[in-house]
Antibody, heavy 121, light 107 residues
Framework: QVQLKESGPGLVQPSETLSLTCTVSGFSLTSYSVSWVRQPSGKGPEWMGRMWYDGDTAYNSALKSRLSISRDTSKNQVFLKMNSLQTDDTGTYYC???????????????WGQGVMVTVSS | DIQMTQSPASLSASLGETVTIECRASEDIYSNLAWYQQKPGNSPQLLIYDANSLADGVPSRFSGSGSGTQYSLKINSLQSEDVASYFCQQYNNYPPTFGSGTKLEIK
C-alpha cells in the first residue's frame, strides 16, 4: 500500500539548516509528484514545494530563497533542505503524494505522519 | 497567491445534525477545490476533490458543492468520529493554498 514517512531532527537551532527525508513505498517517484507541506500548530497547512515525477522542482516563492528539494529514486526518497531557520518555521512538516499520476497540479491523497520541528535555542 | 477564506472558524453541532462549512476563494478556481479532514494528532486526509468528488473510502454523508469562488462541504447525520478540523485547498494556481480551517465539535 502507499506510504510516506518523514524523518529528521525534531529540534533545530535558529539560523541553522533543516534537513528532512521522505521515504515512500507503494508507488513510483517517476509516476507521482511529491510535495512538502508544513503546518504551524493550530493553523492551516502551507505548501512549500514539489518534486515533480520527472525530476523538476517547484517552490513556494515565499520560501524559494531558502528551500531546496531533491530526490534519490533508487532509494525511493525525497529530501528537503531549508536554511536560515527562524522560530516561525516551527511546525509539523509533511510529505504528500499527488492524487493524480503525472499531473500538473493535484490535491494530495496520501500524507506522511509528519515530523514536528521546533526551532529554538 | 489565491487566498482561501473559510467560515466558520469553529462549529458545535449535535449528533445526527447536518453541518455546512464554507470556503471562498479570492478568484475563480474552476472547481479545483479539495476538502481535507484532520483529526486531533493525525495528518490531514483527503475527503473531496474537484469540488464534489468523494475520495476513496469516504462515507457518503460527506458531500461537496460549489463553483467559481464559492464552495461548501456538507456533513449529513453528524457522527462522533467527525470531530476534527476541516480545511479547503485550491489547486487551480500555484502555489496551492489552504484555508485556515474549521474546528468541528459535538455539542
Amino acid at each position: 500500500q502507499v506510504q510516506l514517512k518523514e524523518s529528521g531532527p525534531g529540534l533545530v537551532q535558529p539560523s541553522e539548516t533543516l534537513s528532512l527525508t521522505c521515504t515512500v513505498s507503494g508507488f513510483s517517484l517517476t509516476s507521482y509528484s511529491v510535495s512538502w507541506v508544513r503546518q504551524p500548530s493550530g493553523k492551516g497547512p502551507e505548501w512549500m514545494g514539489r518534486m515533480w515525477y520527472d525530476g523538476d522542482t517547484a517552490y513556494n516563492s515565499a520560501l524559494k530563497s531558502r528551500l531546496s528539494i531533491s530526490r534519490d529514486t533508487s532509494k525511493n526518497q525525497v529530501f528537503l533542505k531549508m536554511n536560515s531557520l527562524q522560530t516561525d518555521d516551527t511546525g509539523t512538516y509533511y510529505c504528500t503524494r499527488d492524487h493524480s499520476e503525472i499531473a500538473a497540479i493535484s490535491p494530495f491523497d496520501y500524507w506522511g505522519q509528519g515530523v514536528m520541528v521546533t526551532v529554538s535555542s | 497567491d489565491i487566498q482561501m477564506t473559510q467560515s466558520p472558524a469553529s462549529l458545535s453541532a449535535s449528533l445526527g445534525e447536518t453541518v455546512t462549512i464554507e470556503c471562498r476563494a479570492s478568484e475563480d478556481i474552476y472547481s479545483n477545490l479539495a476538502w481535507y479532514q484532520q483529526k486531533p494528532g493525525n495528518s490531514p486526509q483527503l475527503l473531496i476533490y474537484d469540488a464534489n468528488s468523494l475520495a476513496d473510502g469516504v462515507p457518503s454523508r460527506f458531500s461537496g458543492s460549489g463553483s467559481g469562488t464559492q464552495y461548501s462541504l456538507k456533513i449529513n447525520s453528524l457522527q462522533s468520529e467527525d470531530v476534527a478540523s476541516y480545511f479547503c485547498q485550491q489547486y487551480n494556481n500555484y502555489p496551492p493554498t489552504f484555508g485556515s480551517g474549521t474546528k468541528l465539535e459535538i455539542k
